[in-house]
């Protein structure tokens, strides 16, 4: 038979118990808590430098691609051949500057931006010199492949509006 002694003590070591599992249920929760805010900033992915993944860069590369066909489709069917491709050459020199325009932080964070922006300023000073010496266009190659294909590679999915326009890579710039 018990004690009252010993059924006051069975409560009491109950309530204990119960304290423990909900300090050590609160302690688990704010882990995960924890995890869940601060894990993917600390653990998470990092800029992957082989793609233009940076959300506030892509938005900005997404909408300067829309828009430099919306320039090259607006050109003035009545230009010379000359006139027709530094109008091209200059609708790509205005999506480099709104994407520059993100700021050097984000495209210095975005590790691929850089070298993309620099394969358009390739595109545009190689048609320059091209109409300049009055010789046909060749696509620019670096390291084995042709820019346009690395700059594809670097926008990857999504961005698909991004992939060089055809007629700023004809043999003649300014050619319709």
Known sequence: MRTEEQIAEVPEADSRRGRRVTLVL???????????????????PKD??????SKPVRTAVAS??????????????????AQRAEAENQAVERLIARVRAVG???????????KWLGDWELIVATRRQAVRQGT?????????????????????????????????????????
């Open 64 to 81: 300067a691609c829309n828009q430099l066909r919306s320039d090259l489709a607006a050109l003035p069917a009545g230009l010379s051949t």
């Open 104 to 114: 050097p932080d984000a495209i210095a964070h975005d590790v691929p931006t850089d």
């Open 48 to 53: 992957d430098p082989t793609a233009i993944d």
């Open 136 to 176: 046909r266009f060749a696509t620019p190659v670096a390291n084995g492949t042709p820019v346009n294909i690395r700059m594809f590679e670097l926008i990857r999915s999504g961005l698909e509006q991004c992939d060089v326009p055809r007629q700023l890579l004809t043999p003649e710039p300014g050619q319709l």
């Open 26 to 44: 609160l302690l688990i929760t704010g882990i995960i808590a924890g995890l869940w805010e601060f894990g993917p900033s600390l653990i998470g």
